[in-house]
């Protein structure tokens, strides 16, 4: 059976999209991981169905690279409703389902993609991880947030890698962000992703993390941040005070599309 699918990239996060409206896939975690797997397989930090949906446009169903089902990931939530729009539904402005929770997203004039995220919750202030002073927040998905001085030269796999495999204060593993200041409305970021166990180029929940737990901790001081992550681009996150209304703003582009065969 070949599968087409549409590789994409939102902000230098990259997914493999497959349309299973048709619900003809039903996919094993070692066939997604293999899929995933960069120099043998398409390559991607995950794997993205476009599913239907009875209340919404649709729904999202997301895996780690790993081949196993994923939380909450918003550069995937930027692709997905550029994808769905680009496998037929018309529209502009979409309301999707994730995980149980339901996301609404905009495809603006300039090609980037608006998606409102799920306010934060569980806010957890200053604890010390590996030696680090860390602090976390869940944004749709778990994120650890540590401040380090010399960001570019930081080993970020080697101290992520310690930091998300903490089975005491995270038994379930967790996503690890490590930041730079750079403005008052500016973030430098690096994120070591759980499921993918690397760094990633971008990371869209861990960008919500970082400009809510910065804006908490008085380190930025304004609605709107930018976040300068790993590929180079940037990312908005837009938020009232309460971080009760959260916008994520990014690219969401089409790389290539093609075939592959399923055993």
């Known amino acids: 059976m070949m599968v087409h699918f549409t590789k994409m990239s939102g902000a ?64 995937g939530g930027r692709c997905i409703t550029r994808f769905a729009q680009h496998s037929g ?24 993609v608006k998606l409102q995220m799920t306010p934060p919750k569980a806010f957890r202030d200053k604890f010390i991880v590996e030696g680090y002073e860390t602090y976390f927040i869940d944004t749709g998905s778990p994120h650890a ?32 962000n490590f930041l730079s200041v750079i403005a ?16 990633t180029l971008a990371c869209g929940t861990g960008c919500v993390a970082a400009a809510a737990v910065s804006y908490r901790l008085g380190k930025i001081h304004s609605n709107k941040v930018t976040l ?14 309460e971080f009760q209304c959260v916008f994520l703003i990014g690219s969401a582009e089409i790389v290539f599309e093609g075939r592959v065969e399923m055993p």
């Open 145 to 176: 947030i540590v401040y380090v001085s010399d960001l570019e030269r930081f080993d970020v796999f080697g101290e992520g890698k310690k930091i998300r495999s903490s089975k005491t204060h995270f038994p379930e593993g967790t996503n690890v």
């Open 12 to 75: 230098g996060n990259d997914f493999i999209m497959i349309d299973n409206r048709a619900q003809r896939l039903a996919l094993s975690d070692a066939q997604i991981a293999k899929w995933c797997k960069r120099g043998t397989g398409i390559g991607a930090d995950g794997l993205i169905l476009l599913e239907n949906s009875d209340r919404y446009d649709f729904s999202m169903r997301y895996y780690n690279a790993d081949g196993k089902l994923g939380s909450m990931c918003g550069n």
């Open 228 to 241: 300068h992550v790993q590929s180079g681009e940037r990312v908005q996150v837009e938020f009232d005070d």
């Open 89 to 112: 539904i018309k529209k502009t402005q979409f309301t999707f389902e994730a995980n149980g929770e339901s996301y609404r997203a905009e495809l603006l004039p300039d090609g980037q």
């Open 184 to 199: 008052p409305d500016a973030i430098r970021i690096r994120t070591f992703e759980r499921g993918v166990e690397n760094e």
